[in-house]
């Protein structure tokens, strides 16, 4: 109320500045803790600086960059990378459709699937990983335990051990972490069709797979799309649950972008050239990041 | 899609495909809560059972691995995370939800976007900020790195909680003497309190399981359990009951928590998903 004593001009300009004075610390501390951050690792990408000679941090321009294009690791993890979202995402995207067009049917024990269904979600990679590890394991595992019953093998396989079958180990345990996700934001669509809809298609005669292919599919297609947009970015990213598996090997098997960087920086101490290569991965993720924007800027105001 | 299907027909094609379903969603989880009941030197021999199901396992983890120690750590960095997350985005959100101005959208964005950033980008340059004011290794460190994640997300979740309540309220209580923040104070927050749990309750799941920056910023003083489970392998030769044992109770405080907030959570976290 005591503004509307004070001169009018003090008020208008107290009402211009309000909104910005709110949104400061959030902004400031941003600034400070990611945007400062990522200018600097920018700038470690074009220097030479190895952590065990803290001295030294010479200007290189783009010589780590170019180092990259002519490593032979970097082509492999750009390999794995694009095997990794290629086969990761589908088998979630379809694992999770199914789930949700059978947790949007009637049955009695539905909230109760529909609590358990995301337990994957909520725990910890480490967790996950290492479970996985012990499913996988060569001598003791239940995969192979189970398959051998099943007469499906003939000889226990060491999953994670094998450069051939390592990696889509992982993309195993991966869908099984992300499928959740997918279930929960298909379910929320279904939820949002009109059932006035169906009714009338049911009174025209259409079939159930008519039904899903004129109605469902294009009432849950935004949210698809959106999914699949956040889920490719978070897939692509996410190196715990390799990085605790495996390590990125046997030998390269299961080296991503990321991982690499990360395991440059982390085991080589090679800053400069590890943040090159996450600077690099970051640009090849951006036009993705740019299209979910947009998406998304649709719905602010 | 909807009608009325016969039992038999409801079993065929519902409940047992979902059925399926589950079990490859809950087995792996099983397993292992199976072999952390599982003694030692039966497990490679006889491999995991229910029967003679012992806690050994859980009675040797915090005995003699300190795993007490590990949980206390983790719970300082969850809490602390959701302090900071949460108190730093409650301005913000009111401002993103009451008011319009020059730059909102990209202002609203930017926090977007952070989340969408591989976080090996800011894991190098974070450490060695750290290294710099020499705070490695520290409850704030990684206090500071979970915030990163936080923060944006906590913005994003309370503007729509609040765009929710509606804007006539904050007016009402402006007539009746309050200034703006007494009514931000005084009205929305209250009305939000429901989704102001939800998010910090996420946080501290989020902030509990996180491990690539505790291993990285932390990890010999302060230790989370998430790095602590990892070590397990190390120290002792995987010892997969005591690892298994490990993997339950770390995962317990997120597991329960995410239950029992999933439904407002998942509102909220799809709403936008939804419009879009």
Same mark, same amino acid.
């Given at each position: 109320?005591?503004?509307?004593?004070?001169?009018?001009?003090?008020?208008?300009?107290?009402?211009?500045?309000?909104?910005?004075?709110?949104?400061?610390?959030?902004?400031?501390?941003?600034?400070?803790?990611? %945007?400062?951050?990522?200018?600097?690792?920018?700038?470690?990408?074009?220097?030479?600086?190895?952590?065990?000679?803290?001295?030294? %941090?010479? %200007?290189?321009?783009?010589?780590?960059? =170019?180092? @990259?294009?002519?490593?032979?690791?970097?082509?492999?993890?750009?390999?794995?990378?694009?095997?990794?979202?290629? &086969?990761?995402?589908?088998?979630?995207?379809?694992?999770?459709?199914?789930?949700?067009?059978?947790?949007?049917?009637?049955?009695?024990?539905?909230?109760?699937?529909?609590?358990?269904?995301?337990?994957?979600?909520? &725990?910890?990679? =480490?967790?996950?990983?290492?479970?996985?590890?012990?499913?996988?394991?060569?001598?003791?595992?239940?995969?192979?335990? %189970?398959?051998?019953?099943?007469? &499906?093998?003939?000889?226990?396989?060491?999953?994670?051990?094998?450069?051939?079958? @390592?990696?889509?180990?992982?993309?195993?345990?991966?869908?099984?972490?992300?499928?959740?996700?997918?279930?929960?934001?298909?379910?929320?669509?279904?939820?949002?069709?009109?059932?006035?809809?169906?009714?009338?298609?049911?009174?025209?005669?259409?079939?159930?797979?008519?039904?899903?292919?004129?109605?469902?599919?294009?009432?849950?297609?935004? =949210?698809?799309?959106?999914?699949?947009?956040?889920?490719?970015?978070?897939?692509?990213?996410?190196?715990?649950?390799?990085?605790?598996?495996?390590?990125?090997?046997?030998?390269?098997?299961?080296?991503?972008?990321?991982?690499?960087?990360?395991?440059?920086?982390?085991?080589?101490?090679?800053?400069?050239?590890?943040?090159? &290569?996450?600077?690099?991965?970051?640009?090849?993720?951006?036009?993705?990041?740019?299209?979910?924007?947009?998406?998304?800027?649709?719905?602010?105001? | 899609?909807?009608?009325?299907?016969?039992?038999?027909?409801? !079993?065929?094609?519902?409940?047992?495909?979902?059925?399926?379903?589950?079990?490859?969603?809950?087995?792996?989880?099983?397993?292992?809560?199976?072999?952390?009941?599982?003694?030692?030197?039966?497990?490679?021999?006889?491999?995991? $059972?229910?029967?003679?199901?012992?806690?050994?396992?859980?009675?040797?983890?915090?005995?003699?691995?300190?795993?007490?120690?590990?949980?206390?750590?983790?719970? !300082?960095?969850?809490?602390?995370?959701?302090?900071?997350?949460?108190?730093?985005?409650?301005?913000?959100?009111? $401002?993103?939800?009451?008011?319009?101005?020059?730059?909102?959208?990209?202002?609203?964005?930017?926090?977007?976007?952070?989340?969408?950033?591989?976080?090996?980008?800011?894991?190098?340059?974070?450490?060695?900020?750290?290294?710099?004011?020499?705070?490695?290794?520290?409850?704030?460190?990684?206090?500071?790195?979970?915030?990163?994640?936080? !923060?944006?997300?906590?913005?994003?979740?309370?503007?729509?909680?609040?765009?929710?309540?509606?804007?006539?309220?904050?007016?009402?209580?402006?007539?009746?003497?309050?200034?703006?923040?007494?009514?931000?104070?005084?009205?929305?927050?209250?009305?939000?309190?429901?989704? !102001?749990?939800?998010?910090?309750?996420?946080?501290?799941?989020?902030?509990?399981?996180?491990?690539?920056?505790?291993?990285?910023?932390?990890?010999?003083?302060?230790?989370?359990?998430?790095?602590?489970?990892?070590?397990?392998?190390?120290?002792?030769?995987?010892?997969?009951?005591?690892?298994?044992?490990?993997?339950?109770?770390?995962?317990?405080?997120?597991?329960?928590?995410?239950?029992?907030?999933?439904?407002?959570?998942?509102?909220?976290?799809?709403?936008?998903?939804?419009?879009?």
């Amino acid at each position: 109320m005591h503004t509307m004593n004070e001169p009018v001009g003090r008020a208008a300009l107290a009402r211009k500045v309000l909104p910005y004075a709110l949104l400061s610390p959030a902004v400031l501390v941003t600034l400070a803790i990611v %945007f400062f951050p990522m200018i600097q690792a920018a700038w470690m990408s074009l220097h030479d600086y190895v952590l065990w000679k803290p001295k030294d %941090f010479t %200007f290189v321009g783009l010589k780590n960059f =170019v180092a @990259a294009l002519g490593d032979e690791v970097f082509w492999i993890s750009l390999k794995h990378t694009v095997i990794w979202i290629a &086969l990761t995402i589908p088998a979630q995207l379809l694992l999770g459709l199914a789930t949700a067009l059978l947790l949007n049917q009637q049955f009695p024990w539905r909230p109760v699937a529909r609590a358990l269904i995301i337990i994957p979600w909520a &725990l910890p990679s =480490v967790v996950i990983a290492l479970m996985w590890v012990w499913i996988y394991d060569a001598n003791y595992g239940i995969l192979n335990e %189970f398959l051998l019953r099943l007469g &499906l093998i003939k000889a226990s396989i060491p999953w994670l051990a094998d450069p051939d079958t @390592a990696l889509y180990a992982i993309i195993l345990t991966l869908t099984w972490q992300g499928f959740p996700f997918f279930a929960v934001m298909i379910l929320a669509g279904l939820q949002s069709i009109p059932r006035s809809y169906y009714e009338a298609a049911s009174l025209d005669g259409a079939s159930t797979l008519r039904q899903f292919w004129h109605i469902t599919l294009p009432g849950i297609s935004g =949210v698809l799309i959106t999914a699949v947009l956040l889920r490719t970015i978070w897939v692509a990213n996410s190196i715990d649950v390799i990085y605790v598996m495996t390590g990125g090997g046997p030998g390269y098997a299961t080296y991503t972008l990321p991982l690499y960087a990360f395991i440059k920086a982390r085991t080589n101490l090679d800053f400069g050239y590890g943040s090159s &290569l996450a600077v690099l991965f970051t640009l090849m993720l951006l036009g993705l990041v740019v299209v979910y924007l947009r998406r998304a800027g649709r719905g602010i105001d | 899609m909807i009608g009325r299907k016969s039992l038999p027909k409801r !079993i065929l094609t519902v409940d047992l495909p979902m059925l399926v379903i589950l079990a490859f969603t809950l087995g792996p989880y099983l397993w292992m809560l199976l072999t952390s009941l599982t003694s030692e030197d039966r497990l490679f021999t006889e491999g995991p $059972s229910l029967v003679g199901a012992t806690v050994e396992n859980y009675v040797r983890l915090f005995a003699t691995v300190g795993f007490l120690t590990n949980l206390v750590h983790s719970f !300082i960095i969850a809490a602390g995370t959701v302090v900071v997350g949460l108190t730093l985005s409650v301005t913000a959100a009111y $401002s993103f939800s009451r008011f319009s101005f020059r730059g909102k959208r990209y202002l609203l964005l930017q926090f977007l976007i952070i989340n969408m950033f591989p976080v090996v980008l800011l894991i190098l340059p974070l450490f060695v900020m750290m290294r710099v004011l020499g705070i490695l290794d520290t409850h704030l460190a990684l206090i500071i790195a979970n915030a990163t994640v936080a !923060i944006p997300f906590s913005v994003w979740m309370m503007t729509s909680y609040m765009n929710g309540i509606p804007k006539s309220l904050d007016e009402a209580a402006m007539t009746d003497g309050c200034s703006r923040l007494g009514a931000l104070w005084r009205v929305v927050l209250p009305l939000c309190t429901p989704g !102001i749990i939800a998010t910090g309750i996420y946080i501290f799941i989020t902030a509990w399981n996180e491990y690539l920056y505790a291993l990285t910023l932390g990890g010999r003083n302060v230790r989370p359990i998430t790095v602590a489970i990892q070590t397990l392998i190390g120290e002792y030769e995987v010892e997969w009951g005591l690892l298994t044992s490990g993997g339950i109770i770390g995962a317990m405080p997120a597991t329960l928590l995410f239950l029992i907030v999933q439904k407002r959570l998942i509102s909220g976290l799809t709403q936008g998903a939804v419009k879009g």
